[in-house]
């Protein structure tokens, strides 16, 4: 079946670095998305890509959608405490609305 | 609008005692996912609904776990008996489904077994 990996599965990041995290699918993807979770939170969306290669940005977030669609990469700015948390990407699995997400990528923020 | 509503947030029981978590979803969602999340095996989808039709129970992990949607907007995950191992985050998720996929979750219910 469809498998979403996510790469780092941790990552410590100096307060005003950047860094990027990665999301690869084992299978063509019609959209991908990123949600969030802060310690002790809840997932919440951030963004949805749908076409090949896009690129959207949210602020110091940069969201890309890779060429064949099967890899998608979320790249931040001068990380800031307010980054940390957890970031899932997520592809649709079947046509129920069902999404396959991958296993996170934990970001924690040194000051 | 609301958003979804899960209850209780938290739950603290014995070992052997029957548990239920409770879901609304937003309003006009036609999809209704439950997911359970640990340390170990972080989120995991356990069952999901469209138009409060089971669609997929796969990841229901033993019969003592059971899911039921009486109507579009209350959904419930029944643990009977619970066991320590259930311990966990239960989150619950709705969609307008099909083609629109967002997902939005709730707030969660904390459940400890002891």
């Known amino acids: 079946g469809q498998q979403v990996m996510q790469i780092p599965q941790y990552q410590h990041v100096q307060e005003g670095e950047d860094f990027t995290t990665y999301c690869n699918s084992s299978t063509t993807l019609s959209n991908i998305q990123w949600y969030k979770q802060r310690p002790g939170g809840h997932p919440v969306f951030l963004i949805q890509?749908?076409?090949?290669?896009e690129v959207k940005k949210q602020k110091r977030l940069t969201f890309q959608f890779g060429e064949a669609k099967k890899n998608s990469s979320l790249h931040i700015t001068a990380t800031q405490t307010t980054d940390v948390g957890t970031y899932f990407c997520?592809?649709?699995?079947?046509?129920?609305?069902?999404?396959?997400f991958g296993a996170g990528t934990q970001v924690v923020v040194t000051p | 609008d609301a958003g979804v509503i899960q209850s209780p947030r938290h739950e603290v029981t014995e070992m052997g005692q029957e548990v239920t978590l409770r879901c609304k979803p937003i309003?006009?969602?036609?999809?209704l996912f439950w997911y359970r999340q640990t340390m170990m095996r972080g989120l995991e989808l356990l069952i999901y609904?469209?138009?409060?039709?089971?669609?997929?129970d796969s990841g229901m992990p033993e019969d003592r776990f059971s899911a039921k949607m009486p109507n579009a907007s209350f959904s419930t995950l029944k643990i009977q008996p619970s066991e320590p191992r259930d311990s966990a985050v239960y989150f619950c998720a709705s969609s307008l489904g099909v083609d629109k996929n967002i997902q939005y979750f709730g707030a969660g219910t904390r459940l400890s077994v002891l």
């Open positions: 890509l749908v076409k090949s290669g």
């Open positions: 309003s006009g969602h036609n999809s």
């Open positions: 997520a592809g649709p699995s079947d046509s129920w609305g069902k999404l396959q």
């Open positions: 609904f469209n138009n409060n039709v089971p669609i997929d």
